[in-house]
């Protein structure tokens, strides 16, 4: 997992992590850390495991890292999180050695992980994790979510 590795100590990686940190630090729900990144890669990851997909596990970590990544400029510009975020995708990733093909992969995963209705497999792998990832049956704050119920998890699954 060299090139994730190498995309995570990249300053500008960092600067935008800190960002979103601090932009969310009085945020009661569903805040964008790391962690969340972890377990969304996590998530997908499983699922091509479980799927015999042949994506490549450093392409899957890689989208997952970046996903909500665009939120610090979102908070900062108003630029919507998924085109900021793409934006970063591809500012960074070719310079962690990922090659042109992965790069539109994960660009793509990006672009389209709020719709549930990709046909790419990067980036439904990615919808159905970052939905996977909030254990909003559980959150103290569900009453100031503003997530329709439809969206919300409700209960433990996979």
């Known amino acids: 997992m060299k090139r994730v590795q190498q995309l995570f100590a990249m300053p500008r990686y960092q600067e935008e992590l800190k960002a979103i940190t601090e932009a969310e630090v009085s945020r009661r729900f569903c805040r964008h850390t790391l962690e969340h990144f972890l377990d ?3 998530l997908m990851y499983i699922r091509s495991l479980e799927e015999g997909s042949p994506l490549d596990r450093e392409v899957i970590y890689a989208a997952a890292l970046l996903h909500d990544l665009g939120r610090g400029m979102q908070y900062r510009e108003g630029t919507p999180h998924q085109e900021a975020g793409v934006v970063l ?6 310079e962690c050695g990922f090659d ?20 790419e497999v990067l980036a439904r792998y ?9 254990n909003c049956f559980v959150c103290p704050a569900s009453d100031e979510c503003y997530w329709p119920e439809e969206k919300k998890n409700h209960r433990i699954t996979c």
């Open 100 to 119: 042109p093909e992965e790069v539109r992969q994960i660009v793509s995963a990006i672009e389209n992980h709020r719709g549930k209705d990709s046909q």
């Open 40 to 42: 969304v890669a996590r």
């Open 89 to 94: 995708a591809r500012e960074l990733l070719p």
């Open 126 to 134: 990615l919808y159905q994790a970052d939905k996977l990832s909030r």
